[in-house]
C-alpha cells in the first residue's frame, strides 16, 4: 500500500507542476509530464484493480453510470457521427480515460485507508500553498518571477501595492480558481485559523478574478449558513438586498468599484464569444448531438466577414465556459447527462451530511460557478481539475464504507 500512496502523490506533485504556466508555455516540457503522469496512473489503476474484488469494482461502475454513459457515449459520438481529426479524438479519450481511473485510483486508496483523503488535502494544501506566496511575491514586485508566470494579460493593472498576478498557474482565472481550492483544502485540514484565512483571501483579491470573486462571496456566505451562524432567510434577505443595490447603484461612477471589478472592462471579450456562439446556424441535429470537438471554432471561421476575421476579438482559442463547451462538443443529451450525474453526486452527499459535507458544499460551488467562466472539467492532469476527481472518489469511498452502493 505504501507504493499506491507515493505514486499518489508523485502523480499529485506532476498535476501541480504541469499546471505551472512555464509548463504549460513549452508543450514538449508539458507533453513528457503528461505521458510520464498517464503511465503511472496506469500503472497504479491495474495495480489496484486487480487487488479489487469484483463486487467493488461493479459498485464503482454503478456509483458512477451515468458519468462513465458520457464517456463511452461520447467517444462514440465524435468517433462515427462528427468528422473530427484524430488528434482532437486522442485527445479527448485521454481526458476521458483519466478522469475514470483518477476517480478509481481515488475511490480505492481512500476505501482502504480513510486517512489518506486528509494526507492528500495537506499535501494540495502545501503545494498551492507555494503557488500562493509566490504569487504574493509577483504582486508586490518583490522578486521577478516572469520566467515562471506569464506576462500581466491586464497590463499596469494594480489596486494598493497589489498588482493582478498568475502565480505559478497559467492564467489569472486559474490562480484565483486554485486559491478557492486552497481554501477548501484549509478547511478540511482544519487550518482555518484567522492569519490563514486572510492570507487566502489576499490570494483571492491578487488574481483579481472576478469569478473567484465571486464565489468566495457565495462561499462565504454557505460557510456561515452550514455553521448556523446565520439563517437561511437571513442569507437571502442580504443578498437580496445587495442584489437591489446593484440595480439602484451606478458602480461605474464609483473609483473603487470601477477599478477593482474593472466595470468598464464587461466581461473581458467574453461577449464577442457568446455572440459568436449564438450567430452559429444551429440544426436540431446539432442541438441534440453537438457539433464535434474543434469544430465549433471552424464553423467561426466559415461565417466571419473578412473585417470580422481579422479583429483579434474573434480569434479566441476556447469558450472560456464548460456549460456552451460541452453543449456546443457534444450535444444537449450528453450535457444533461455530464453535469446531471455530478450534480446528484454533491447533493446527495450534502443532503445526508457525510463527513465533510460543509467543505464539499464550497467545492460543488467553485465547480457549478467557476465553470460558467472557465472550463476546468473532470480528467485531464491540471490540478484543479485533478482535486474534483478527487473529491468525488471520497464521496464514492465514504458511500462504500456506510454500504449505501446497492
Same mark, same amino acid.
Given at each position: 500500500?505504501?507504493?499506491?500512496? &507515493? ?12 499546471? &505551472? ?41 454503478? $456509483?458512477?453510470?451515468?458519468? +462513465?454513459? &458520457? ?8 468517433? +462515427? ?28 486508496? +481512500? ?26 511575491? @509577483? ?7 516572469? $520566467? ?21 498557474? #497559467? ?68 443578498? &437580496? ?8 447603484? @451606478? ?19 467574453? #461577449? ?28 467561426? @471561421?466559415?461565417?466571419?466577414? @473578412?473585417? #470580422? ?25 450528453? +450535457? ?36 460558467? $467562466?472557465? #472550463? ?11 482535486? $474534483? ?18
Amino acid at each position: 500500500m505504501k507504493i499506491n500512496k &507515493f505514486i499518489l502523490f508523485v502523480l499529485t506533485s506532476l498535476s501541480f507542476v504541469a499546471s &505551472f504556466y512555464f509548463v504549460r508555455s513549452i508543450p514538449s516540457f508539458y507533453y513528457s509530464i503528461y505521458s510520464t503522469f498517464v503511465l503511472l496512473l496506469t500503472f497504479l489503476f491495474f495495480n489496484l484493480l486487480n487487488n479489487s474484488s469484483i463486487k467493488y469494482f461493479l459498485s464503482f461502475l454503478t $456509483f458512477f453510470k451515468y458519468l +462513465f454513459a &458520457f464517456y463511452f457515449f461520447d467517444i462514440l459520438l465524435q468517433l +462515427f457521427f462528427h468528422n473530427i481529426n484524430l488528434g482532437e479524438l486522442i485527445f479527448y479519450s485521454a481526458n476521458h480515460l483519466t478522469s475514470f481511473m483518477l476517480l478509481y485510483v481515488f475511490s480505492r486508496i +481512500f476505501y482502504d485507508n480513510k486517512s489518506y483523503f486528509l494526507e492528500i488535502n495537506h499535501f494540495i494544501y502545501l503545494l498551492l500553498y507555494l503557488s500562493l506566496l509566490v504569487g504574493i511575491l @509577483d504582486s508586490i514586485n518583490a522578486i521577478n518571477f516572469n $520566467f515562471l508566470a506569464p506576462s500581466k494579460e491586464i497590463e499596469n493593472y494594480n489596486f494598493w501595492i497589489f498588482s493582478n498576478t498568475s502565480g505559478l498557474m #497559467e492564467h489569472q482565472i486559474s490562480f484565483g480558481i486554485s486559491m478557492l481550492v486552497l481554501l477548501s483544502t484549509t478547511l478540511i485540514i482544519k487550518k482555518s485559523n484567522l492569519l490563514n484565512l486572510i492570507v487566502i483571501s489576499i490570494g483571492v483579491f491578487i488574481s483579481f478574478s472576478r469569478t473567484s470573486y465571486l464565489i468566495l462571496f457565495l462561499s462565504f456566505f454557505a460557510w456561515l449558513y452550514l455553521k448556523k451562524y446565520l439563517s437561511k432567510n437571513l442569507i437571502f434577505l442580504i443578498i &437580496f438586498f445587495l442584489i437591489t443595490i446593484v440595480f439602484f447603484v @451606478d458602480f461605474t461612477n464609483i473609483d473603487f468599484f470601477n477599478n477593482l471589478l474593472r466595470l468598464d472592462k464587461g466581461l473581458s471579450g467574453r #461577449e464577442v464569444i457568446f455572440a459568436t456562439y449564438f450567430l452559429i446556424p444551429w440544426s436540431w441535429s446539432d442541438i441534440f448531438f453537438g457539433l464535434g470537438y474543434g469544430n465549433l471554432f471552424s464553423i467561426r @471561421d466559415s461565417i466571419l466577414t @473578412d473585417f #470580422e476575421f481579422g479583429l483579434s476579438e474573434f480569434q479566441f482559442k476556447a469558450i472560456h465556459n464548460l456549460y456552451l463547451n460541452i453543449f456546443a462538443n457534444s450535444g444537449i443529451m450528453l +450535457f444533461i447527462t455530464y453535469f446531471g450525474a455530478q450534480l446528484h453526486f454533491y447533493y446527495q452527499h450534502i443532503k445526508k451530511k457525510k463527513e465533510f459535507f460543509q467543505q464539499i458544499t464550497i467545492i460543488a460551488l467553485i465547480f457549478f460557478i467557476g465553470n460558467f $467562466f472557465v #472550463e476546468f472539467k473532470l480528467g485531464g492532469i491540471r490540478i484543479i481539475s485533478f482535486y $474534483f476527481s478527487l473529491i468525488l472518489a471520497y464521496m464514492f469511498s465514504t458511500h462504500m464504507i456506510n454500504n449505501e452502493i446497492k
